[in-house]
């Protein structure tokens, strides 16, 4: 079982593609493309942390996470509704979440901070929200699909480190 980390995937959201630049003729491409690189990273036992922003409409939320292989967790963005969070196929809905993923403490939220709990001990921030506008800050890291070619990704990439290298 791997731990997978994406955000600001909107789903269903023409205006994305002009305001974040992104690289695909229409609505149908973007979302056809999200749902195929999710499958090609994605296995059905993996567990998926969604940073927020999923889809446009809160009623198709169901369908698309019905399609999307892995145990799906949502850490609410400033555009996912009630009815988002609501939707079946959520393993879990929250604002935020501490977890720890092969040894490392993790932070998660949809905005990224300037100040994390345990950041001077280590722990790492991932967020979405900025589509890779932002200067992180050292342990801190955009996990949106602008910033990784519209795929999950894993903490050792982002890191480029593995849980070994972690420990010694």
């Known amino acids: 079982m791997t731990t997978y980390f994406t955000a600001d995937t909107h789903f ?3 205006r994305t593609i002009n305001i974040w630049k992104r690289p695909f003729a229409n609505m149908a491409e973007m979302d056809a ?5 999710w499958e090609e990273s994605v296995g059905p036992e993996d567990n998926v942390w969604h940073l927020g ?3 446009r409409r809160a009623d198709d939320v ?4 019905a399609k999307l292989p892995g145990r799906k967790h949502l850490v609410r963005g400033n555009n996912d509704p009630e009815g988002t969070l609501a939707a079946s196929g959520w393993t879990s809905v929250q604002d935020y979440a501490e977890i720890e993923v092969d040894g490392q403490k993790l932070v998660l939220c949809h905005y990224p901070f300037r100040s994390w709990n345990g950041q001077h001990r280590g722990a790492i921030n991932l967020h979405g929200h900025s589509h890779g506008r932002l200067k992180a800050m050292p342990r801190q890291y955009d996990i949106g699909v602008d910033v990784h070619d519209y795929a999950p990704v894993t903490l050792a990439r982002l890191t480029g480190r593995t849980a070994v290298d972690r420990k010694g």
């Open 33 to 37: 493309v999200l749902l195929a690189r």
């Open 62 to 65: 169901a369908a698309i996470l």
């Open 53 to 55: 922003d999923f889809a």
């Open 12 to 14: 269903g959201d023409h």
